[in-house]
């Protein structure tokens, strides 16, 4: 697709479950990032991945967040035994380089993830 | 820890009306983004502004960057209902490759 698409749009689990969410970035564009937006919020970031880099993994909240980047191009962002303070829009966002947060990000439409 | 405050919070007018939204910094940005975003969708890039003292105007918005780069600001003239949505300033650092954003202002434009 011509975007930024993220999977699935809505996410409602229970409490303690694990969950796992994606995003495939547009083509080309080295560069992915990871936010979450809680209701009416800013972005926060979470991790940023460019190229064959190690990850900046700086803005992951606790151990229970992981996130893995295969062959350069989808990511998939895991939460372990979710809390119901992990319920929140996670977004995801490409850019065409890394090189300087300068670079216009594109993002997905989000995933709502829902913590009963 | 850089931090972007932008103000106001919430913004509810009538269309027609002129509007200004702030973002402001202690820090200094060697670039600040300008995103517009609306229920259920991603964030959506309006401007990027990169030197001190710059003014870009798209269409009705008009966006200036602070002369010591601390600062940005959004002013929409004769606002419409299809302006409505939450808009997100973002800081970029020298050398860094995460952008900082605000909280950012929910303005809602009645017809």
């Known amino acids: 697709g011509a975007g930024v698409s993220q999977s699935p749009s809505n996410k409602v689990t229970e409490k303690g479950k694990d969950v796992e969410l994606r995003c495939d970035p547009i083509s080309g564009h080295t560069a992915l990032y990871w936010y979450r937006q809680s209701l009416g919020q800013g972005l926060e970031f979470l991790i940023y991945?460019?190229?064959?880099?190690?990850p900046d993994k700086s803005g992951l909240p606790s151990d229970r967040f992981s996130a893995e980047r295969t062959g350069g191009s989808v990511s998939t962002l895991t939460i372990q035994r979710t809390q119901q303070e992990d319920s929140a829009v996670y977004l995801c966002a490409s850019s065409l380089w890394g090189k300087g947060a300068s670079q216009p990000q594109h993002f997905g439409d989000g995933t709502r993830l829902s913590i009963l | 820890t850089q931090l972007l405050e932008q103000s106001p919070q919430f913004l509810s007018i009538q269309e027609g009306e002129n509007l200004t939204v702030y973002c402001n910094s202690s820090s200094v940005f060697s670039s600040l983004q300008w995103y517009r975003q609306e229920p259920g969708e991603g964030p959506v890039l309006l401007v990027t502004v990169v030197t001190g003292g710059e003014v870009k105007k798209l269409k009705r918005l008009t966006f200036q960057f602070g002369d010591a780069r601390k600062d940005s600001s959004l002013h929409i003239t004769a606002a419409q209902p299809g302006d409505t949505g939450l808009y997100l300033c973002?800081?970029?650092?020298?050398?860094?490759?995460?952008?900082?954003f605000g909280k950012g202002t929910k303005l809602t434009v009645n017809p």
């Open positions: 973002a800081g970029a650092s020298s050398g860094s490759e995460k952008l900082v």
């Open positions: 991945f460019q190229g064959n880099s190690a």
